[in-house]
């Protein structure tokens, strides 16, 4: 089958079987290697790509459910300056470096932020439920999503709400 | 298309997703996916050879509400309910937070949860306590349907052929008291738990109404015993939520449903819900 969508904001378009992962058409086709092929399951999270405005396991999204949508991989955010955010608030905490979980991490705190500026660590906790990372204790890791949200918030609206 | 593989059909209207549902009978439909790619560890998906995915819908995305109901389309994701905020009843909140993980309610829909019997433990338990109502469509037919006689006992819904679900209706009351709880596995199906869900309200000190349903491999729910504790003053006395709790037990003295361990963990929940609902 013929799939074109936009990925990391170019138009792209492949022919594909429909009972391929996303995850396996961008690790393969495109070497976007930073989505992991962890679980194959949906349940680590190193597999996460932004579908359409959500954060999705791109091992669970077969080739047809991206037709006409857009896919922004961990290589096409860290284009941006939310991804700086993201890696700085993490770096002040003190949040270790994965090659496995990272992509997870970095996209779920996206997520979060975009849906609660501010969170709480309940709200934190409850966002990396679907995120399997032995690297970084839950404590730091919710000290760096805070970290990443008060400097969204500086570089945003120049102050700290 | 695809001729080696599967064959796809994304229709833009129901009208053309029945079109090629009488014309490829076997054909599956496809919301989020997550349940038919559940599992599927391998390389590629093991997929049905007809596909309906059900994702280009606009008719099936839609949230309306109006006074009386919420409206919820059937291809409506997890997430996006829980972005409904505080029009969502607080029972289905807590459903649908315990299903999964954050990121597969992004893909998953409210009416694959519901369908799936392997998922009947998720948000199906809330639907019943809510009285939510489900619309079923074929190509020439609607009907509604009360949550509690969609999927009554082990197995499939009662779907006939060809037929869809659509839209939920759900009631919009206001429930002072509202307890979800999961037994067994956490966020994953799991054969030998089950989910309790139960709401009450109270007027002037007086229980007025309180439903309670327990989904699992069965769906167990008594509107005769619950009517039997309306009306009582609050607190409830020991007595009372003692006479309660007796009529569950007898009830379920010689069902294959809930047994065991899970029907005493059923009965402990009713009993610490009577007793809360003084609180």
Redesign the interface.
Known sequence: ?TVGFILNGEDVVLQT?????LL?ILRDHFKLIGAKAG?????C?SC?VI?NG????SC???A??V??GEVITIEGFSQTDEYQDIVSGFARAGVENCGYCDTGKIL?CE?LLEKIPRPTKEEIF??Y??ILCRCTIPRILAEGVAAAAEIRQRRRYGRTP | MDGLHNQVFAPLTLQELFDFWQRFPDAIPFAGGTELVRGQGWRTFELPGNILALFRLEELRRISRTERYLEIGSAVTLDEMLGLGKILPEILKLAVMEIATPQIRNLATIGGNLCCPERRMDSFAAMVVLDARFELRTANASRWIAAGRFAPGLGAPVLEKRELLTRIRIPLETWQHVSHCRIGQARWPDSEGAVFSFIARTEKGILSEIRLALAGKELVRDREIENSIIGKNLPLHRREVDVFNDRWRTKLQDATFPEGLLRDRFLNLIEQAAFNLAD
């Open positions: 089958m079987s429909s009972d391929k992962r396996d679980c194959r399951l949906g349940r999270g996460s579908l959500k954060v999705v396991p669970m999204v077969s047809f459910r037709r006409g779920a997520a409850a966002a439920e679907g």
